[in-house]
């Protein structure tokens, strides 16, 4: 499904009768004064300040040129756009601005490339992702020979990530491509080479294997949609990337449920899987789907306390203020637990650190009743304190978080929430 370019809107037609008896309008920036018609000086200006906004991943201009007329697929002498600039220097909110608002998937570079390749020549794997989900012809070959796949195999700018390390983008870009259904075998027109033959030339262990896997696969032939929710649960469980995304490649259901309904990405936000994650929050995998528990794969980062994964959802926009069977935020149980690094992070998501649970608590009150008083739950009750929890706030029976500090003899909490 390809989206179509908005036209730029024409100011309302005056009747007569109003025209005789009521001032005339201002016209609005980039028009004249003529009814339905665009001064076409003004309306390049919007559009180069649009390309400039874009540049410069000014999101909040940008909305306002949009409003005000700028197109998202006016192009520059250079064929660049701000829908394409988006999908090159990897811009996610920028991207999603400029698709809700016209942005042309179909819409070519200087190089007739789309923007799905010129955001996998640059390991940009939610961008690949977006446009995947917004209909993007997927084998689309540029003039250089290449489709999208090529591209993050031949000419990453970036190289493999040293052992131990984790994933490199580009192995993710690989695989959310895999899973979007893009054509394994088809070999580059520059050279004749198909993407398993460049990813064994360059010694891309993880690339290669993902691109067997996909072969083999598309190989034996379809696969039913019972089985590849089951390979797509089973593989986010396990922290198979490559599985899960072969699984969607034969159809699985994104948001499939298996026991407790608990989704893929609560299965691998659970099993702290951020590989797996990866790949299907880039597709859009719901960061807020709810399991007969009332946990969701955000709010279970705060009883794993795992950065990596709240970092993975982040793009996903999760709903911060969703709460668990106790009523409470993802900071509550990552307080609670000692997480310290978790909370550093999460109280800069926006989250409210002074939301009281079922139980009349905060996540302060929390790491100071439920905590052992010990360095970690000391370093976060700075870490609250710092991003402007209320420390004054008391539980159901009046007790302050100092009060609870004092009585349990934890002197050196009592010292920080005393100063």
């Known amino acids: 499904m390809t989206a179509s370019t908005t036209a730029s809107p024409s100011p309302a037609t005056t009747s007569t009768t109003e025209a005789t008896t009521t001032p005339a309008p201002t016209p609005p920036n980039g028009t004249t004064g003529t009814t339905g018609t665009r001064d076409p000086l003004a309306q390049d200006d919007l559009d180069r300040r649009l390309r400039d906004a874009a540049w410069a991943n000014d999101v909040a201009a940008a909305r306002d040129l949009i409003a005000r007329g700028a197109d998202v697929n006016a192009q520059d002498e250079t064929q660049q756009s701000a829908y394409l600039v988006a999908t090159s220097e990897g811009y996610l909110e920028l991207l999603d601005l400029t698709l809700a608002h016209g942005g042309d998937v179909a819409s070519k570079d200087s190089f007739n490339g789309t923007g799905l390749i010129r955001a996998g020549e640059r390991g940009h794997t939610g961008v690949v992702g977006r446009l995947i989900q917004a209909g993007v012809e997927v084998d689309h070959v540029n003039r250089l020979g290449w489709t999208a796949l090529h591209e993050a195999i031949v000419r990453p700018r970036e190289r493999e990530v040293p052992p131990g390390k984790g994933t490199s983008a580009y192995d ?17 027109r520059r050279d004749g080479v198909a993407p398993l033959d460049h990813a064994r030339s360059k010694g891309y262990a993880r690339q290669v294997a993902t691109l067997e896997k996909a072969l083999r696969q598309d190989a034996a032939g379809p696969v039913d949609q019972a089985e590849a929710d089951r390979r797509l649960l089973a593989a ?12 969607l490649r034969a159809g699985a259901d994104l948001e499939a449920v298996g026991d407790h309904r608990r989704t893929p990405l609560l299965l691998a936000a659970s099993n702290d899987r951020t590989d797996v994650a990866r790949v299907l929050v880039a597709l859009g995998a719901s960061p807020n789907a709810l399991d007969d528990q009332h946990d969701t794969p955000w709010l279970v980062t705060g ?12 793009s996903a926009h999760p709903d911060l203020t969703i709460r668990n069977r106790f009523g409470g935020l993802s900071v509550i149980p990552a307080s609670e637990r000692g997480h310290v690094d978790y909370v ?12 009281v649970n079922d139980l009349g608590w905060t996540a302060m009150l929390e790491a100071v009743i439920l905590g052992d008083g010990g360095p970690r739950h000391q370093e976060i009750v700075r870490i609250l304190l710092a991003a402007g929890a209320n420390r004054a706030i008391a539980d159901k029976d009046g007790v302050t978080a100092l009060q609870h500090a004092q009585r349990k003899g934890y002197r050196q909490l009592a010292s920080i929430l005393a100063a």
């Open 172 to 188: 993710d870009t690989v695989r959310v491509l895999v899973a979007g259904g893009a054509d394994v075998r088809l070999p580059s």
């Open 303 to 314: 009883v794993t306390g795992s950065v990596a994964m709240l970092e993975a959802l982040l």
């Open 236 to 247: 986010a469980s396990s922290g198979d990337a490559d599985g899960a995304a072969l699984a």
């Open 344 to 355: 550093r992070r999460v109280v800069q998501t926006g989250i409210d650190v002074d939301h």
